[in-house]
């Protein structure tokens, strides 16, 4: 009997280290082909700096790779098991299916181990070095040649405060000026447009002594946002105001200049985003709550407020951030975030919903994101349980048969993971349960289907 064990163990093991070689080679140059070898092919990161972040975003890649390589093997082993009638062998030989494939199963359990590590901790760890090296590679690349930021063709958002288009460049007289036609510069004062400068053509020049962009625009249209000092819409009476009762100025001028910063200068920190957090992070963030301190219900607006965690400053909620808000455990409405905030108080926009005094605001997001890392983890039990008996079920030695079944089996285990982080602002929906339903489906599934091929065969 052990000889059968080590037979299978050496035959999924084996077939795993390959497929999992292969899944993730092809996952990784997808993953990496639009963030990484975009900026290699355009001169922005050098190849050193491309390698490194190849190599810290394998973690990442195998919490995917990993399952569908096992229920690839799996299918695999299985399937040439029984078309060998080496199945009907063991079975003459008085040996259960069950008791056969005992070793496998706990194979599935230490690799759900390692995934649970992985996804918890070692992958969002890795994938938030790849992307602030990138980012530092960038930054560095824009200080030194702050000229290439200005392509044409796409939305500039690396200046903050503004978003720049350009439709078409060429070559000026100095190598550090180039010849812009269709130009459209917005700019945003806390979050907010104010500006909207239209040219049909111009030039700008790279001045490193100021470090700015300076533009000299030709047949220019200026639309301007009438706003207070402190930053409120104010339309006037008997004057045209647009849909959000904000009014409009609009200028035509001949020709303008403009003088915008290096985004080296005042380029915030990266901020972190969802996947690149860890367990410790991710757990303290679903659970923050902010108590709603007062309602301005005619304006849109609430404050919340969030209480020092023992004795440090409270921990407040990036912006921008959806945040969704309960009463008595019972969902009443969902906020976003603002920059505004002093001390333990932050401002936010009121997006759904009435609010009261005393309601609790908390990232929903953020909760059901860590509860679809700890259930896709089970995916190495679930595709165990359920390629055996369907390995055995098609008695195939075909590789593209298995390989097919386990990408269908993949694509459906892990929809559901999707569908309940899509639904995240939908607390009525339970997300948070929705992406646990393929973990219980395929383990309850492969039990009954290997409980069924145990006796039937």
Known sequence: MKTLHWYL?????????LSVVVFTLVLLLANAMKDVLSLLLRG??????????????????VTFS?????????????GRFSADQELTAARAGGASLVWL???????????????????LDLAPRCKRQSRELLHRAL?????RQPGRLLEAGKFITDIPGYIIRIDRQNPGASPEEWVLEGVLIHEFEGGVLVRRTQASSGRVRVDMATRQYRFTLHDVRVFSRDVTP??????????PVDEGGTRWFALAIGESQNALPFPGDTQPARRAKTNELTWGALRAQSNQRGAVASVMSGFGTAVLYY?????????MPADPTRLQVYRADRWVGEVRTTPQSTGGYLMVEITRGELREGDQARDLEKHVHLH?????SFACVGFMLVGIPLGIRTQRRETSVGVALALILVLVYYSFSLLGRALADRPDLEPQLIVWLPALLFQAAGAALLWRANRTR
């Open 9 to 17: 163990l050496r035959q999924v093991g084996s077939t795993l280290i």
């Open 44 to 61: 922005q990161i050098p190849v050193g700096v491309a390698f490194q972040s190849f190599l810290l975003l394998l973690p990442y890649v």
């Open 66 to 78: 990993l399952p569908m390589a096992l229920l690839t093997s799996v299918l695999l082993v299985f």
């Open 101 to 119: 494939v005992l070793p496998l199963l706990g194979l599935s359990l230490m690799l759900s181990a390692l995934a649970l590590w992985v996804n």
């Open 139 to 143: 930054s560095d690349h824009l200080s």
């Open 230 to 239: 402190e930053g409120a819409a104010v339309p006037r009476e008997g004057e």
């Open 307 to 315: 209480p020092p965690i023992r004795g440090d400053p409270p921990a």
């Open 372 to 376: 679809g890392q700890i259930s896709f």
